[in-house]
């Protein structure tokens, strides 16, 4: 991918987590690529769905799986505002994702802070695209909930 089309996607996923924002729900968005082609959208919907596993990550990957008719998605490119934690990071283990691309780091529940790494070995990780759009979303986020 290159930058035009990294900020391009990023933007849609920030689009989900401003969503999610408006929804009470940790704003929080991501985008499934494949083949250049948006195939999958989603956005926390933990407290919507009172489920919370329903993280972005884990339904934009079910929708990805049902677009591509496949459980592999080693050519599709994940674009989220946040770091995954540990239980996104394993379904995108799973799923053999080709390559993770996120905004903003989660210092505390990030999977980055997991040893051995999480991620299949060869899913590429980029991070920092639109980093500051998305920081600024999640401190507003919780600033108000204060």
Not at 43 to 65: G, I, V, Y
Not at 137 to 143: A, H, M, P, S, W
Request: charged residues 20%; glycine residues 4%; contains cysteine.
């Amino acid at each position: 991918m290159n930058a035009m089309n990294d900020y391009f996607y990023m933007k849609m996923a920030l689009i989900e987590a401003e969503k999610a924002f408006f929804e009470a729900e940790v704003p929080v968005g991501a985008i499934v690529v494949w083949q250049e082609k948006i195939i999958a959208k989603s956005r926390n919907m933990c407290e919507k769905l009172c489920d919370a596993t329903a993280h972005a990550e884990m339904l934009a990957l079910t929708a990805a799986f049902t677009a591509t008719g496949s459980k592999n998605l080693s050519e599709c490119t994940l674009y989220v505002t946040l770091e995954p934690c540990v239980m996104c990071a394993g379904a995108l283990f799973w799923s053999q994702i080709g390559e993770l691309v996120y905004a903003a780091p989660e210092k505390k529940r990030g999977f980055s802070h997991c040893s051995p790494p999480l991620l299949h070995p060869k899913t590429k990780v980029r991070s920092g695209i639109m980093e500051a759009e998305a920081a600024a979303l999640l401190k507003t986020f919780f600033q108000k909930l204060r």
